[in-house]
Each structure stands twice: as C-alpha cells, then as structure tokens.
C-alpha cells in the first residue's frame, strides 16, 4: 500500500500564495505519476496538475495555469503544488493523488489518494 499525506493548506488573502506538499510513504516503487485534484463544496472532484515520474511532463487545468506549478522531489517521495495568486475560486480541498504508469487529468486512473487539504482564499 500507499500512504499519502497532504500538508500546506489553510487560509490566504487573494492575490496570496501558498506551496502544498504531498508525503509519500510506503510502496512508493508502485507510484509513479502524482496529481492534485480539488473539490469545492457541491462540486465535483476536478484535476488541478500532474507530473510524470521524472518530472519533465507536467499539465495544468487551464483555470490555473500560469499561477499553480507542479514539482516533485523524489529523493524526499514529496510532491509539491506552488499555488500563487490565489483566487477566491481557487477554495476548496485539494488531494494528492498517485498512480501507476503515465500522468493523467482523470481521477479514476488514480490507485492511491490523500485525506486532502483545505485551501481558503478570501477576497
């Protein structure tokens, strides 16, 4: 198994920045891309960004494209989401996501999955 342990939300004005982190533990020879995905109360679960294992793929949603980059540090199994210029849209509770084989946008492709985060942006 797979444990992933999110860390880094809270509360934040707009136009603020806040860096998530993502800890894996366990079978982590069995991940290989991460992703974040967000949930906002009423909405669906949507794909935020993803990595590739070595780090040299990554992709956006277009709403945060340009303000959220993706990185990883595999040495430390962490995975980390830089989120500037916060938006007040941009609250919700963002999971860390793991799976097997190349980077994806969809959640079900994802094995393993975190507790989640919550990120609050006031305007």
């Known amino acids: 198994q797979v444990q992933l342990v999110e860390s880094g939300g809270g509360l934040v004005q707009a136009g603020g920045s806040l860096r998530l982190s993502c800890a894996a533990s366990g079978r982590t020879f069995s991940v290989n891309a991460m992703g974040w995905f967000r949930q906002a109360p009423g909405n669906e679960r949507e794909f935020v960004a993803t990595i590739s294992w070595d780090g040299g793929l990554t992709y956006y949603a277009d709403s945060v494209k340009g303000r959220f980059t993706i990185s990883r540090d595999n040495a430390k199994n962490t995975v980390y989401l830089q989120m500037n210029s916060l938006k007040p849209e941009d609250t919700a509770v963002y999971y860390c996501?793991?799976?097997?084989?190349?980077?994806?946008?969809?959640?079900?492709?994802?094995?393993?999955w975190g507790q989640g985060t919550q990120v609050t942006v006031s305007s």
């Open positions: 996501a793991g799976k097997r084989g190349g980077t994806s946008a969809t959640s079900g492709l994802y094995n393993f």
